[in-house]
């Protein structure tokens, strides 16, 4: 059984691991300037430039 679901299981392993580095690499090209957590505003989740909290 493993070795008739073997090729399942390695295209799942692997396309979990391109989906992963999409990601990563996606957000690293998306946050080019650093980004801080404004805590005075309404929402401190969102994320904004450094240099607007100034």
Excluded: H
């Excluded at 799942?12 to 080019?32: G, Y």
């Excluded at 980004?35 to 909290?53: A, G, H, T, Y």
Aim: one cysteine or more.
């Amino acid at each position: 059984m493993i070795r008739k679901y073997g090729w399942l299981i390695v295209f799942a392993v692997s396309v979990f691991l391109f989906d992963a580095l999409l990601m990563q690499w996606l957000e690293w090209i998306s946050t080019e300037t650093d980004k801080c957590r404004n805590m005075d505003s309404v929402n401190p989740l969102r994320l904004v430039n450094c240099s607007e909290l100034e």
